[in-house]
Structures are given as structure tokens and as C-alpha cells.
């Protein structure tokens, strides 16, 4: 996810990640709805980023439901996706309207620095939402106060075929060595260990961020996200040290940076490698009659007693600080934040849900995802996601580079060092 921003969902594999942030819906069927706290006469004023026409639908569904137990208009402004990345700088500050559509981790701090997202704390204390978040709350809190509600998400960790694995007598490695013995016998084989390609860079950058929540944990990961600690630090070290320890051990694809996401997913589905580091979308790569084969694993181990972190990125809902009508936005955010009502949202696009008492999902990998979430101490977003978009891009193309060339790791190191000081003005 250069950046994590998502556009349509279609029919065939997608061309990214970003696709699956935002996705189709499914129709209200069912649907249990309760009368919001408050009811009165005004005009709730939406603005989506929704691509697809299916999830804009049900939105409107919502909507219009709201409406009709409430009283209050509900107006919604659909806007292609790319143009609200502009226009969402402008109207937070002039028009701003009740409640917007957005991405949670450093997209969002950057407006809760400017004072431009609402604090809904209140909200969370009412409805009791730190409850049934868990992790996924930290996506919207900044300085322990909360600025936004969490959507649909994507888990990331190891995927791998069920078949393969029960024919071959696997099991998916719970520890770096295991997977490093995994590695030996999937080459013995004739198979890739991990499935990976980085054309597009980012797939190089999940990898790191596993690296680094298993080696020096949630805090000190999002410490280098937010430019406070220094690439050239000593605990760096441990993670390219490791990080190169698996790639000369040539656990990942060779010649990876020739093709993107796609085709390394096409190579574990056509049974050419054994695992693979992504999403809930590698269905995507798979034929569809084979999307039951597909299974999850949480990223191994690597330090004995590391509190287990993950990278679970989230889009978000927010209420502007300049909205003028902030009670009513409240009361819609409760409605549509009711687990049945969130899960008809998100259901279609494979999206994992942020709450955990959202009914179980068609998607069984999406309910593997929920489940594997509960032992989750913490999450992180995605590398691109965290930090500012300029180190991102730099991070993205030094995680590339040192997955094709390990020996370069120093001179990797002090160019992202130099571009965190030039950002962060360290």
C-alpha cells in the first residue's frame, strides 16, 4: 500500500492491496434496527471515498433506515476516490460536512494534529466500543483519546494450501526456525518456501513490519513510524540481520522484483511454493473453485515471549471538527456501527471485521481472521500507512533493494536515516 489507497473492487484478481480496504457490500437482509439515542429535525451531511456500488448502496440503506427511526435527513455525497484525497484537505477546513469517510493510522493523526477530527471518546464510552474492538481500537486513538471508529480490515500473516500441507505431512511453523526448517523441506520438494513478489515494493514492506513487531515489539515499531527513532539504531540490526538470514537461505522467490503480488500468489495456488505473506485478497490469485484450500497462520515467533503484534490495517469514519451537527453524527456512527449493520457493509469485500461480535462471516477466511485477532496484544497498520508518505516511499524502495541485495544493508540503513531526518527534522 505507496500508499494504502483503495480503489474499485472488481471481478478479476485486482492490480493491489489497496483494492481491499474498501470494497463491495451486501444487501440489508435481516437487518435488526434499534432507534438511535437522540432524534431531531436537522440534515446529517455524509462524504464517502466508496469506489464500489454495491458498498455505496448499502450505505444508502443504512441510511435510509437511520432516516426513518430518527427523523433526521440524511444527505450523502459520493466522491470518486482519488479527488477526495484533495478535497478532503479543503473541507475539513471550510464545509465541512457531519462525518466522513477516511483511513485510520498516520492519515488520520496528520488531521488530529491539525485539529480537524473530532475527539468521539464519548462516543467509545457510551456505546462501549473499547470492548468489543480490542487491537483495532489503537488504529483510531492518538495520545489515548479517540478520533475516528474502525472499518473493515486486513489481516496479514502466512497463507498456504490445506492440501498441499496435509499431503506433504507440514505444518505451518509457529517459530523462525521452524519456518526455516519448513523452508528445507519445501526445496526439497521442488517448491519455493515463500511465494514473493516485490515489483510493486510493498509486498517487501509487510515483511519488514513482521520482522520488526517480533524482534522489538509494537512500541518501538511505531516509535520508527513516527520518525522518534532512528534507522541506523542499534535494534535495527537484529532485523536485517534475520531478515538476511532467510533470504540467503533462499526462503523467497528468486529474481522477485521482476513480478508483482499477482503472480507470486499465482505461484502458490499452481502449487509452485508452499506459503505466502499477505491478505484475506490472496483469494484473488486463486481459481474459485480452490479459494477453500487457502489457510491462515499468525507469522512465527521470533524472540520467546514477545507479546504478538500484527500488522491489521483499517479505514475509518470520522466526524470533522468543524461539523455542525455533532450529536446527530454520533447517533448515526451508533446505528451504523451496530454489529449487523457494520457486518452488511463489509461483508462482500472480504474485509475482516474491527468489532468482535459482528456475526460470523461468508468468508471463512475472513472468520480465521477474527479469530486469529483475539490473541492479538496490538496492531500496527501497514509500513505505508504508518509513517509520513515520503518516508514510506523511500522505506518501500530500501526494503525492495535489500531483499535482492542483503550485502547492502548499511548503505540501505543510512539513506532511510537521511530521509528520516530531512522529514522529521530530527
Not at 383 to 399: C, H, I, N, S, V
Request: charged content about 25%; some cysteine.
Amino acid at each position: 500500500m505507496a500508499s494504502n489507497d483503495i480503489i474499485k473492487l472488481v471481478t478479476r484478481a485486482p492490480a493491489s492491496r489497496r483494492q481491499f480496504l474498501i470494497g463491495a457490500g451486501t444487501a440489508l437482509a435481516g437487518m435488526t434496527l434499534g432507534a438511535p439515542a437522540i432524534a431531531q429535525s436537522k440534515e446529517l451531511t455524509i462524504i464517502s471515498n466508496i469506489g464500489n456500488a454495491s458498498q455505496r448502496e448499502v450505505l444508502q440503506r443504512i441510511a435510509s433506515a437511520y432516516a426513518q427511526e430518527s427523523g433526521v435527513k440524511v444527505a450523502i455525497n459520493n466522491m470518486d476516490h482519488e479527488a477526495h484525497k484533495t478535497a478532503i484537505r479543503s473541507y475539513l477546513v471550510v464545509g465541512a460536512p457531519d462525518i466522513c469517510f477516511w483511513f485510520s493510522g498516520n492519515r488520520m493523526k496528520t488531521f488530529v494534529k491539525r485539529d480537524l477530527f473530532d475527539d468521539i471518546s464519548d462516543l467509545f464510552e457510551r456505546e462501549n466500543y473499547n470492548n468489543v474492538l480490542g487491537p483495532a481500537a489503537g488504529a483510531v486513538t492518538v495520545d489515548g483519546r479517540h478520533y475516528g471508529l474502525p472499518l473493515g480490515g486486513l489481516l496479514w500473516g502466512l497463507f498456504y494450501r490445506k492440501d498441499v500441507f496435509e499431503d506433504k505431512g507440514w505444518a505451518p511453523p509457529k517459530t523462525i526456525e521452524g519456518l526455516l526448517a519448513l523452508g528445507e523441506q519445501a526445496k526439497s520438494a521442488g517448491m519455493i518456501p515463500v511465494s514473493m513478489g516485490t515489483k510493486e515494493m510493498w509486498p517487501a514492506a509487510g515483511w519488514f513490519d513482521h520482522m520488526n513487531l517480533r524482534i522489538n515489539g509494537l512500541d518501538k515499531h511505531m516509535a520508527l513510524m513516527d520518525g522518534k527513532m532512528s534507522y541506523t539504531d542499534p535494534a535495527m540490526l537484529p532485523v536485517f540481520d534475520k531478515w538476511a538470514e532467510l533470504i540467503n537461505a533462499g526462503l523467497f522467490s528468486p529474481n522477485g522484483t521482476s513480478f508483482g503480488w499477482e503472480q507470486a500468489a499465482a505461484a502458490l495456488a499452481q502449487k509452485k511454493a508452499a506459503m505466502m505473506d499477505l491478505a484475506g485478497f490472496i483469494k484473488y490469485g486463486f481459481p474459485e473453485d480452490q479459494q477453500d484450500q487457502i489457510a491462515f497462520a499468525p507469522f512465527p515467533e521470533i524472540i520467546q515471549g514477545m507479546s504478538r503484534y500484527e500488522d491489521f490495517a483499517l479505514n475509518s469514519i470520522h466526524v470533522p471538527k468543524n461539523a455542525k451537527n455533532k450529536e446527530n453524527a454520533r447517533d448515526f456512527l451508533a446505528f451504523f456501527y451496530k454489529p449487523e449493520n457494520l457486518s452488511a457493509f463489509l461483508e462482500t469485500e472480504s474485509a475482516v471485521p474491527p468489532r468482535n461480535d459482528c456475526p460470523p462471516s461468508k468468508d471463512p477466511l475472513v472468520n480465521a481472521a477474527v479469530e486469529s485477532l483475539k490473541t492479538v496484544e496490538g496492531s500496527a497498520q501497514y509500513y505505508d500507512r504508518d509513517t509520513d508518505p515520503d518516508m514510506a516511499q523511500e522505506g518501500l524502495k530500501g526494503f525492495q533493494e535489500f531483499m535482492a541485495k542483503p550485502d547492502r544493508r548499511d548503505q540501505i540503513l543510512e539513506r532511510l536515516e537521511t530521509t528520516r531526518k530531512r522529514i522529521f527534522k530530527a
